[in-house]
């Protein structure tokens, strides 16, 4: 599974399965999550099975939190900027990557901890102003910083060579 992810799923997943929230997971193989965490498994009623491509920024926009799961330190996964692009509420882990390409408390929201998970997510579920608003920055940077023809640009050149 990675270090990162299993790290990244313990800290913003597992302390959601444990609320009374409303949850949604999409994805595949979220049925088996006991095979890494004993003793936890996501709710029929949580798991949504797999979302088709065309369908997310419709979830990710209307979502009041959407929860990135990061895989590198210093990467960001792909799904952190569609939720943002889409003008989602970002909740995703504290990353060097993070840290470095967006801004924490000003465009996302980044957890260490589940502990910090719950209470962010309790948090920006009681103040809709403040996570619209940083929502919004998001969408901005995204489209700023990581629109794709900004970013082929950056690397046509090296496609070309290659």
């Not at 209307?62 to 929860?67: A, D, F, G, P």
């Not at 801004?103 to 980044?110: E, F, V």
């Amino acid at each position: 599974m990675g270090e990162l992810r299993y790290r990244s799923i313990h800290d913003l997943v597992i302390p959601l399965l444990k609320t009374d929230l409303n949850v949604k997971i999409w994805g595949k193989h979220w049925e088996g999550i006991g095979l890494f965490y004993p003793d936890m498994k996501v709710p029929k009623l949580m798991y949504q099975g797999i979302l088709p491509f065309q369908q997310t920024p419709r979830v990710f926009s209307s979502t009041k939190i959407n929860i990135s799961i990061q895989t590198c330190k210093d990467q960001l996964s792909n799904r952190t900027l569609d939720i943002l692009a889409s003008g989602g509420f970002l909740l995703t882990s504290n990353t060097k990557a993070v840290r470095e390409k967006l801004r924490p408390g000003i465009n996302c929201i980044a957890s260490n901890s589940p502990e910090e998970t719950l209470d962010l997510v309790t948090y920006y579920l009681d103040h809709d102003n403040e996570r619209k608003l940083i929502a919004e920055h998001g969408r901005e940077l995204a489209v700023q910083q990581f629109d794709y023809t900004r970013t082929l640009q950056k690397i046509w050149y090296e496609i070309e060579t290659e």
